[in-house]
């Protein structure tokens, strides 16, 4: 049944042409039996009458507008040439549904003009010689009705299929939509992995090449801190590999590894080890904590985490010989504060505004970036006197 039916659907011309053969066999023998009842010999115009209603039915859905006209033109020549009614005008019925449902709009309001006036003028071309005037004028009316129903059917199905489309249309944009979205998610994301591998290779390279400058110094004079400075080394290495192999895992798009290693984001409380790592590779840094220690937001937390981290990998590329730092934690009831001092008298401050640490433009740039995302405000720029200020406040919830 199921391929009968999508058969039927692909071929629905064949379809209407099987009705109408029906109807066209139909039609001669109630052609015949109105010949008989009026007495009327006109036998040659019921055939051809007939045919031309038969090939409206059968050609209604591939071109309705034509139809319909050459059904109105029947209809015409019908009430002329006193053919009678025949059950072939079953077809004007089908086309006005028909052009109602699929045709153009000018020939949908011609079918239902054309459909509210055949009935009427059909009864009074014949009318029921038992009948009153009155009944013929109800009898009239009644018979419109079916037109009029015809007509209103075709035009909801129209309205209904116009829904679909609409709705399909929609759902269409919807899709697409998503698609950009999910794009701009990715490119978004792709941005955010720059600048976390920024921050990752400038803070921790930095570390092992003063570490290693350091240990060759030292490698005759002291062999035991040369042997710290490159255990220094060989665990700063391993802490860059294992963040950059987590953010490069990110990339892999469609790739899940089972029992990857992956990192977790860095923190707050990981500032004391990223100080003390400073510490050891020769930069002086004081750090403070005010108030009291609470969970911020995942987000807040790694914000200020590389804040620290590219300031203070800042002052050690471009602060000079003897340059110390000072970072300070201000944990207030709505945010976090966030303030990194140096006293260097180093690079001057336009390279880290313009072209950033390695002249990519992901110094003061990416920290706005950062702390622009958790709805924060950054200010930065040199000290009085010399030297380099960065502050930050961080709140707990987002700007909306």
Excluded at 290 to 297: A, D
Excluded at 328 to 334: A, E, M, Q, T
Aim: with cysteine; hydrophobic share 45%; glycine share 10%.
């Amino acid at each position: 049944m199921q391929r009968l039916y999508d058969f039927l659907r692909r071929h629905p011309t064949w379809v209407d042409g099987f009705w109408a053969f029906v109807l066209f066999g139909i039609s001669l023998a109630g052609g015949m039996n109105t010949q008989e009842n009026t007495g009327t010999d006109l036998p040659a115009l019921v055939v051809p009458v007939t045919l031309l209603l038969c090939l409206v039915l059968t050609l209604r859905r591939r071109m309705p507008e034509k139809m319909l006209v050459l059904a109105a033109v029947v209809g015409a020549a019908q009430l002329a040439l006193d053919v009678g009614r025949l059950p072939a005008d079953f077809a004007m019925l089908v086309i006005v549904y028909t052009v109602a449902a699929i045709g153009a709009r000018w020939a949908s309001r011609f079918a239902l003009a054309g459909g509210l006036c055949a009935a009427p003028l059909a009864q009074i071309r014949w009318p029921e010689p038992q009948t009153s005037v009155a009944g013929n004028i109800a009898l009239g009316i009644f018979l419109t009705v079916p037109f009029a129903l015809a007509w209103v059917l075709g035009d909801s199905i129209r309205t209904r299929r116009a829904y679909f489309a609409q709705l399909e249309e929609r759902a269409a944009r919807l899709e697409k939509e998503r698609e950009a979205q999910s794009k701009v998610a990715v490119a978004a994301e792709r941005a955010r992995i720059a600048r976390e591998l920024h921050d990752v290779v400038a803070h921790n390279v930095s570390v092992m090449v003063v570490q290693a400058d350091g240990a060759a110094y030292v490698l005759d004079a002291a062999p035991d801190q040369a042997k710290k400075a490159l255990e220094t080394i060989s665990s700063t290495g391993r802490q860059a590999l294992a963040e950059m192999r987590r953010l490069l895992g990110v990339l892999r798009t469609g790739e899940h590894q089972e029992g990857g290693e992956y990192v977790p984001q860095p923190d707050v409380r990981q500032i004391d080890d990223l100080v003390e790592q400073c510490r050891i590779s020769g930069l002086p840094v004081d750090f403070k904590v005010e108030g009291t220690p609470r969970p911020l937001p995942s987000g807040v937390e790694l914000t200020a985490y590389r804040i620290v981290q590219e300031a203070l990998t800042n002052t050690r590329k471009h602060g000079g010989p003897n340059a110390g730092a000072s970072v300070r934690l201000v944990y207030f009831d709505d945010g976090l504060g966030l303030l990194v001092e140096d006293d260097g008298k180093g690079a001057p401050h336009e390279l880290y505004e313009d072209g950033g640490l390695d002249g990519q433009g992901h110094g003061l740039i990416g920290m706005r970036e950062r702390v622009g995302m958790v709805g924060g405000t950054l200010d930065a720029g040199p000290r009085p006197g010399g030297g380099f200020r960065i502050s930050a406040l961080l709140p707990l919830k987002p700007a909306h």
